[in-house]
């Protein structure tokens, strides 16, 4: 009898944690649900994903403590959905390996992806990231191009960055018909050109 109860009580730990993270992504798919809805633009409230969640605003709360943290759980939650191997990319090899996938993520979750930069509530969610994506996109030009300074470094940057984003995609979606693979093929080739320029700025 002591031995089975032993064996029993070590799993309890682990239904806990994974009651935790299915509430959490529970709470994540409802917030982000809440993206492109008609009705109040404005914002993302706490009450209104704990309503949606069917759980109580303090769970929220525990699993997010402020707004920062829950638009940062909504675009993780959307990212997972895009598919495995799709992050922030900081080398050339990560860009290249992403690039691909991140285009056929955004076909995936597409009413998401518009939701998120269309919205004030999306673009809200995006910008809480700014700060990380710009030190992940300098990484990169230094990967690439480690003499690169300055005002030149931020603008390579910024266009690395806008041709591996859903700004792209969705111009490309939108004006030319262009999806997935297609779309990827085109910026890919744009981001080879870019590489392969700051590497030798004499050609």
């Given at each position: 009898m002591?031995?089975?109860?032993?064996?029993?009580?070590?799993?309890?730990?682990?239904?806990?944690?994974?009651?935790t993270?299915?509430?959490?992504?529970?709470?994540?798919?409802?917030?982000?649900?809440?993206?492109?809805?008609?009705?109040?633009?404005?914002?993302?409230?706490?009450?209104?994903?704990?309503?949606?969640?069917?759980v109580?605003?303090?769970?929220?709360?525990?699993?997010?403590?402020?707004r920062?943290?829950?638009?940062?759980?909504?675009?993780?939650r959307?990212?997972?959905?895009?598919?495995?191997?799709?992050?922030?990319?900081?080398?050339?090899?990560e860009?290249?390996s992403?690039?691909?996938?991140?285009?056929?993520?955004?076909?995936?979750?597409?009413?998401?992806i518009?939701?998120?930069?269309?919205?004030?509530?999306?673009?809200?969610?995006?910008?809480?990231l700014?700060?990380?994506?710009q030190?992940?996109?300098?990484?990169?030009?230094?990967d690439?191009?480690?003499e690169?300074?300055?005002?030149?470094?931020r603008?390579?940057?910024?266009?690395?960055?806008?041709?591996?984003?859903?700004?792209?995609?969705?111009?490309?979606?939108?004006?030319?018909d262009?999806?997935?693979?297609?779309?990827a093929e085109?910026t890919?080739?744009?981001?080879?050109?870019?590489?392969?320029?700051?590497?030798?700025?004499?050609?």
């Amino acid at each position: 009898m002591v031995s089975e109860q032993t064996s029993i009580e070590p799993t309890k730990p682990s239904l806990r944690r994974a009651q935790t993270a299915l509430t959490r992504e529970r709470i994540c798919d409802a917030a982000a649900g809440l993206l492109g809805e008609d009705g109040d633009q404005s914002a993302i409230t706490f009450r209104a994903v704990a309503e949606r969640a069917a759980v109580t605003e303090m769970t929220v709360y525990r699993h997010f403590p402020n707004r920062e943290a829950l638009l940062r759980g909504i675009w993780e939650r959307i990212n997972s959905r895009m598919g495995p191997g799709i992050g922030m990319p900081t080398s050339v090899g990560e860009l290249r390996s992403q690039h691909d996938k991140l285009y056929a993520g955004f076909d995936r979750v597409a009413p998401q992806i518009i939701a998120a930069i269309a919205t004030p509530q999306g673009r809200e969610m995006r910008a809480a990231l700014n700060g990380e994506r710009q030190e992940a996109f300098l990484a990169i030009v230094a990967d690439a191009a480690p003499e690169l300074e300055g005002k030149r470094k931020r603008q390579v940057a910024a266009l690395l960055q806008l041709l591996h984003s859903a700004y792209a995609w969705a111009s490309l979606r939108e004006q030319w018909d262009l999806h997935g693979a297609e779309a990827a093929e085109a910026t890919r080739w744009l981001i080879e050109l870019i590489l392969e320029q700051i590497k030798d700025p004499m050609k």
